[in-house]
């Protein structure tokens, strides 16, 4: 073919065929390179038809409220969720995505050094007793 038109013209025998795009993913003509579509969305789901690409703008975040864990209860760091496409961010500005659940935090577990032989939880806020004394 010859330069970088949108048609491509065969070198010897003139004949002009279309731009051929066999790998619609990156948007390029196999024979020339050049961009041959932009990004669209005409099925409404935030994600470009051709190549997948998330074009949504995240205009409008759920926040979730860190959570502190406990000794027997999970905890949360602080996410946001887009309510359009339904990602997941660490942060209120929507520029740092992650992943379905990183935000949870495991539960702290009991501690204790018994040293008053009471055997309740010494981490702050903790009573539960944690083992009861057996034998005679």
């Known amino acids: ?7 491509h013209t065969c070198d010897v025998c003139g004949y002009v065929t279309p731009c051929a795009d066999t790998n619609p993913a990156d948007h390029n003509c196999d024979i020339c ?13 935030s994600l470009c038809d051709i190549c ?16 502190a864990p406990t000794c027997t209860e999970k905890g ?22 992650i992943e379905n659940g990183k935000w949870v935090q495991n539960e702290l577990g009991h501690i204790t050094e018994d040293a008053d ?20």
Not at 1 to 7: N, P, V
Not at 34 to 45: A, F, L, M
Not at 78 to 96: G, M
Request: with cysteine.
């Open 52 to 67: 997948g690409k998330n074009l949504c703008t995240h205009a409008e975040l759920t926040a979730f409220e860190a959570v």
């Open 76 to 97: 949360n760091s602080a996410y946001w969720q887009c309510n359009t496409c339904n990602v997941y961010f660490s942060d209120e500005t929507a520029t740092t995505p």
């Open 33 to 45: 390179g050049n961009t041959i579509s932009e990004c669209r969305d005409e099925v409404g789901d």
């Open 1 to 7: 073919h010859t330069g970088m038109d949108a048609d």
């Open 117 to 136: 032989n009471n055997h309740i939880c010494d981490r702050e806020g903790c009573t539960e007793v944690i083992s009861t004394c057996k034998g005679g």
